[in-house]
């Protein structure tokens, strides 16, 4: 059996916070304050953590809140151009520049609601990933039997996304193409899928967390 030794371009990673947030009353939810610091500051310092410096972030409305943040974070900005904030078009945006800009790397994709993820998640599917058979282009992380964040794709996914002429359809329609090509891992963690979607599921947070202002 042919396991692959980790990529010497390494592995980037793209934040999908794209989203209206219309559950939690319209605001962008990856700049939740948590602890004095956005959702979307404690992924990066998380994924960092795991080595893994090269990070993008997917954005669509609430610019004004969000583009800050990024810079604050020393990400890339990939602004989503579609009128939709559905998450395929954030997937269309990343897979399009994680293309254009990071030949022959790895992608990692997760979505900025995500805020129990620490590094210490990112560095045991970091590990998985690193020691996957030759033939796994595609991890997807499981908590109970639903798929979790990151998932992570190889290059040559990534490659067969773009190329293929229908990017417009996604991640999730490789996934389903690609089965044979998927490992799906049970991580027992609930942080891999714990998001926050309605004002109430602040509550699960450990420490203050405050809504951002949308003007």
């Not at 980790?6 to 009353?25: D, E, F, N, T």
């Not at 953590?49 to 990070?55: E, H, N, R, S």
Request: with cysteine; aromatic share 6%.
């Amino acid at each position: 059996m042919e396991y692959l030794e980790p990529s010497q371009l390494g592995l980037a990673a793209c934040i999908l916070a794209a989203g209206y947030g219309s559950r939690m009353g319209h605001v962008p939810k990856a700049a939740i304050r948590i602890r004095e610091r956005s959702v979307l500051e404690w992924q990066v310092l998380a994924l960092r953590g795991a080595g893994v410096q090269d990070i993008s972030v997917v954005v669509g409305p609430y610019q004004e809140q969000l583009c800050p943040l990024v810079s604050l974070c020393e990400a890339e900005l990939v602004l989503n151009e579609s009128k939709s904030a559905e998450i395929l078009h954030s997937q269309i945006a990343a897979v399009k520049s994680h293309y254009r800009d990071r030949h022959g790397c790895d992608m990692m994709v997760l979505l900025g609601d995500l805020p129990f993820l620490q590094t210490h998640h990112f560095l045991r599917l970091r590990k998985l990933w690193e020691m996957r058979n030759g033939d796994i282009h595609g991890l997807v992380p499981m908590a109970d039997g639903v798929r979790g964040h990151p998932l992570v794709l190889s290059w040559s996914a990534v490659q067969t996304i773009a190329e293929s002429g229908q990017t417009d359809k996604g991640i999730r329609s490789w996934l389903s193409r690609s089965k044979q090509s998927v490992q799906f891992v049970e991580m027992n963690d609930p942080a891999y899928v714990r998001d926050v979607d309605i004002p109430q599921d602040l509550a699960q947070i450990e420490g203050p967390a405050e809504l951002p202002l949308v003007s």
